[in-house]
């Protein structure tokens, strides 16, 4: 299972989403520091005023008065005053920036003698020391509440910080969708493209960079179509005027005084060429065959058909014995009858008479897989894409070759302009399978 998205959106989002994470982070660091020394001036300003005042009013108090001040100052303000003894149990105070810049203030303020700690003979509190008077036997400790020492932070901070961040990421979400929309639409017209069809042309609009890709794509896309239909136009215009000149030189063979077999071969030389001339026909319209729509049909029933028309022209095509009843799906009819034909033709030709050919159909997932079976020489698995390109034959692994070399490309972009593909795979036992997978739409 993989962790990173694959999608520009996914990705970007979490890359903004990580540096307004780290920036947040980098700005609280930063406040934290420039915060500590004037927090820490702060609390030690506030403790050295108890301090002062504390011992002004011990000074100042009558000595059988000085037990209802300090029992006073411990209820009302939660300070306490303990005598300095020598055998205290004075915990290390703590390695903190802080506490260690507190205490260098403290003694600033009231004398280097001056000590601070967080714990007394096992009593947690914030204690300083300092001395009444210059004697050694002044010392005193005054103990404040701990949590005078935290920081004050206001708990609506946290909700406007959450806030905050929830908008910078709608906003950071926001802005890739409107750069990833266009991108998306771009990839949707190119595969449309790969199928062998005409997209919709892009919106020109949004940012300059967008709006010039898509210009120059609905550019390209204009020129490879008009390019498609010059070629069609050439390609049927050659195929039409050379059909012409063969339709008299069938009638020249009748005419002429050669003898039977030398009339058949050059009959068989013009039906040949004949073929050749409707391959490119075939190839032309399916460059620029849009017209036709899309119609459900039984694709059993049409294989059904298509072998007993070879089976009453004397080859021998059967159906596989497991093979699909539920096979209706939205198909260009006639153009797929002709891609199953020229499946089924190289398959008789290059088989043999006397091997038969076998139809398959099967129904895998929501697509349909339509196989045409045979037992020849078979293509090497290299050069299987090669050979589904036009004008490409292979002449050492399958003998007999004739034709433009167009069946299989036609076939090719039939299967694309389904939203399928075409696969030439080994058989097993020896032979060719060529498979078109068409997905349901």
Do not use: C
Request: hydrophobic share 45%; charged share 30%.
């Amino acid at each position: 299972m993989k962790l990173v998205p694959r999608t520009l959106l996914a990705r970007t989002f979490l890359l903004l989403a990580a540096l307004m994470l780290l920036s947040v982070l980098a700005w609280f660091a930063i406040f934290t520091t420039y915060e500590r020394e004037p927090r820490a001036r702060q609390i030690a300003q506030m403790i050295a005023s108890v301090v002062n005042l504390t011992r002004t009013s011990l000074v100042s108090a009558r000595p059988d008065a000085r037990r209802e001040l300090l029992r006073e100052l411990s209820d009302r303000e939660g300070i306490h005053i303990y005598p300095a003894e020598s055998d205290d149990h004075i915990a290390p105070l703590p390695e903190r920036a802080f506490l260690q810049r507190l205490q260098e203030l403290l003694q600033e303020r009231l004398g280097p003698e001056t000590r601070l700690t967080l714990e007394r003979d096992g009593e947690k509190a914030l204690f300083a020391s300092f001395r009444i008077d210059d004697g050694d036997e002044g010392e005193f400790w005054i103990a404040l509440p701990i949590e005078r020492l935290d920081r004050i932070f206001p708990a609506q901070w946290i909700g406007w910080g959450i806030a905050a961040v929830l908008l910078s990421l709608v906003g950071a979400w926001l802005i890739m969708f409107r750069v990833t929309r266009p991108l998306k639409a771009l990839e949707h017209a190119a595969a449309e493209i790969g199928r062998g069809r005409q997209p919709a042309p892009l919106t020109e609009s949004g940012p300059e960079e967008l709006e010039t890709l898509a210009r120059a794509f609905n550019r390209m896309s204009a020129d490879l179509a008009r390019l498609d239909d010059d070629r069609a136009l050439i390609l049927a215009g050659i195929s039409h005027d050379l059909r012409t000149p063969l339709t008299r030189l069938r009638m020249e063979i009748e005419m002429t005084g050669a003898d039977e077999e030398t009339r058949e071969a050059m009959a068989a030389d013009v039906e040949e060429m004949d073929r050749t001339i409707g391959q490119f026909l075939d190839f032309a319209r399916t460059g620029s065959e849009g017209g036709e729509g899309l119609e459900p049909i039984d694709l059993a029933a049409l294989l059904r058909e298509l072998a007993e028309q070879y089976r009453r022209r004397g080859f021998t095509v059967v159906l596989e014995p497991a093979f699909a009843e539920d096979a209706r799906l939205p198909v260009r009819v006639a153009t797929l009858r002709r891609a199953i034909a020229n499946l089924i033709d190289n398959a008789l030709r290059h088989a043999g008479g006397e091997q038969s050919v076998e139809l398959a159909l099967a129904r895998i997932g929501g697509a349909m897989r339509i196989e045409v079976r045979d037992r020849g020489p078979g293509i090497p698995a290299a050069e299987a894409d090669r050979l589904k390109l036009p004008f490409t034959r292979l002449e050492v692994a399958r003998s007999n070759a004739v034709g433009a070399g167009l069946g299989l490309a036609i076939v090719e972009r039939i299967a694309r302009a389904h939203g399928g593909s075409l696969d030439l795979l080994p058989r097993e036992g020896g032979g060719l399978v060529a498979r078109i997978t068409i997905p349901a739409p």
